[in-house]
């Protein structure tokens, strides 16, 4: 299993300011993944942070407005730009691994809940 | 495009019952299904991984069925106690090998009465 330690926890922003999230991984894991869950929803993948190269980032969702950093196996940020109360949400931080065929459980950090006013 | 859902969205029990949460999902070529556990306001905890050549995975009071061909999970909750009291959560990791990305369904939310 891996822990995942991500921070900071919560937070309240003003709109128009950029808050970075923070994620650790106590082990070197293969994948590493943002995702967002907005109130009373389920989670939705931002992108796929790449170690050493660009984030893959999904539909609906751009590196001006979330970008990413990956410097090495086991660490990661997730910006959230220029924010607005939409960007109010759970941000969660996921990581994998791959050995051999089997075991490529998923796991979660605690999240970070943003409230932007 | 693969579809998760969950039935029931919520779910509401007396303390000491056992129950069962119901994941389908559209495509059944999936490489593994998760079942996660969320607490108000915070992360996953992952509870019970089944690869797609399993039937089942058992871990304390919690058993996990996968029916892959119809599409198919079950989370068997046994003698369920106020402390189960969360947000369940099903997603599906597609097969090819290379796909990691996990597709989740909207949760069931369970409260267990004491």
Known sequence: SAVISQKPSRDICQRGTSLTIQCQVDSQVTMMFWYRQQPGQSLTLIATANQGSEATYESGFVIDKFPISRPNLTFSTLTVSNMSPEDSSIYLCSASSTRGRMNTEAFFGQGTRLTVV | ?114
């Open chain 2, 1 to 114: 495009k693969q579809e998760v859902t969950q039935i029931p969205a919520a779910l509401s029990v007396p303390e000491g019952e056992n129950l069962v949460l119901n994941c389908s999902f559209t495509d059944s070529a999936i490489y593994n299904l998760q079942w996660f556990r969320q607490d108000p306001g915070k992360g996953l905890t992952s509870l019970l991984l089944i690869q797609s050549s399993q039937r089942e995975q058992t871990s304390g009071r919690l058993n996990a069925s996968l029916d892959k061909s119809s599409g198919r999970s079950t989370l068997y909750i046994a003698a369920s106690q106020p402390g189960d009291s969360a947000t369940y959560l099903c997603a599906v990791r597609p097969g090819g090998g290379s796909n990691y990305k996990l597709t989740f369904g909207k949760g069931t939310l369970l409260t267990v009465n004491p």
